[in-house]
Nanobody, 126 residues
Framework: QVQLVESGGGLVEPGDSLKLSCAAS????????MAWFRQAPGKEREFVAA????????RYADSVKGRFTIARDNAKKTMSLQMYSLLPDDTATYYC???????????????????WGQGTQVTVSS
């Protein structure tokens, strides 16, 4: 069955870095755009970053542009989110998601994503 498993979350201090990973199985990973979303307590789930099936197209939320980098490895069926200069506002549960899409323009819309992981918690606090 389809599985998306996030890892790498934790408690860090403001200004620190953290790398999240998402391991995929049960579907043709290389045919799917992949994305990270996050949800803070009491807030709606929001888009963070996305990458096209080939890795040739990426997009980022304005709030993380220049601080976060999304990447994927189709051979290993994994995706990552490297986060730098973390802020308290980055505190959230981070989810990876998959969208069947064969162009280089990954979507930022939640409703486009077919599969979701269970999430990994990131807490940024001093």
């Amino acid at each position: 069955q389809v599985q998306l498993v996030e890892s790498g979350g934790g408690l860090v201090e403001p200004g620190d870095s953290l790398k999240l990973s998402c391991a995929a199985s049960g579907f043709t990973f290389s045919s799917y755009a992949m994305a990270w979303f996050r949800q803070a307590p009491g807030k709606e789930r929001e888009f963070v970053a996305a990458i096209s099936w080939s890795g040739g197209g990426t997009r980022y939320a304005d709030s993380v542009k220049g601080r976060f980098t999304i990447a994927r490895d189709n051979a290993k069926k994994t995706m990552s989110l490297q986060m730098y200069s973390l802020l308290p506002d980055d505190t959230a549960t981070y989810y990876c998601a998959a969208d069947y899409r064969l162009n280089q323009r990954p979507s930022a819309a939640r409703y486009d994503y077919d599969y979701w992981g269970q999430g990994t918690q990131v807490t940024v606090s001093s």
